[in-house]
């Protein structure tokens, strides 16, 4: 079942999906111009509404995170800012040159400062991982990272420099991770505007 409602004087679609055997409702914003909501069977329209009315500051706050962050076929972003691409140039090669560029130096900046230590450093475009450590301690970063803030790709580094010594996302890994990246959580939620 899909609706309208109207957030920051925008039309927005609301999908509403209503499934048997669901105990939560989840949001989530897709786009800019749709919000898909899940829930139980019993889950009505007006409490669609009124979900909505109570995350309203959330809704407008992020969809114009999401307006901002949305880019035509002729723009790129790069270390969160959007670029036009007048050359035309080849955004996955130009991507992987500045990661290579940027990211070796932070690790070796976070590496001293945690004293975790990789073996190796390798680069490459992933649909679903924005970094990697495996058990040789290798660490695997997304090109992709590129398009990000520093901040955030400095998360991501700590991120996988703490499973050197933490290979789980366990108690220790985290407060390892908040050791050294303190507002990590909203790093995290930081990253899903950009998505």
């Known amino acids: 079942m899909n609706f ?16 048997r055997g669901m105990k939560h409702t989840y949001m989530r914003l897709v786009s ?12 009505t329209e007006n409490d669609a509404r009124n979900l909505i009315e109570k995350k309203k500051k959330w809704l407008e706050k992020n969809l114009l995170q999401l307006e901002k962050n949305t880019l035509n076929n002729d723009e790129f972003l790069f270390l969160g800012i959007k670029h036009k691409n007048f050359d035309n140039r080849n955004l ?15 690790v070796n900046e976070y590496s001293e400062l ?14 679903r991982t924005w970094g990697s450590c495996n058990y040789k301690n ?19 580094v700590v991120h996988e420099l703490a499973h050197i010594k933490h290979k789980n996302h366990s108690k220790r890994f985290w407060n390892c991770v908040e050791e050294y990246c303190p507002d990590y959580k909203e790093k995290i939620k930081e990253f899903k505007s950009f998505l």
């Open 114 to 127: 945690m004293q975790l230590f990789p073996t190796a450093i390798k680069f490459r475009k992933n649909k």
């Open 138 to 156: 290798e660490l695997n970063f997304n090109t992709l990272l590129m398009k990000f803030p520093i901040p955030l790709i400095e998360y991501v």
């Open 32 to 43: 800019s111009s749709m919000i898909r909501i899940n829930s139980n069977i019993y889950f």
């Open 4 to 19: 309208l409602t109207n957030i920051n004087n925008k039309e927005v679609t609301v999908e509403l999906n209503k499934k």
């Open 92 to 106: 996955d090669r130009f991507y992987k040159l500045e990661a290579q560029k940027m990211i070796p130096k932070l």
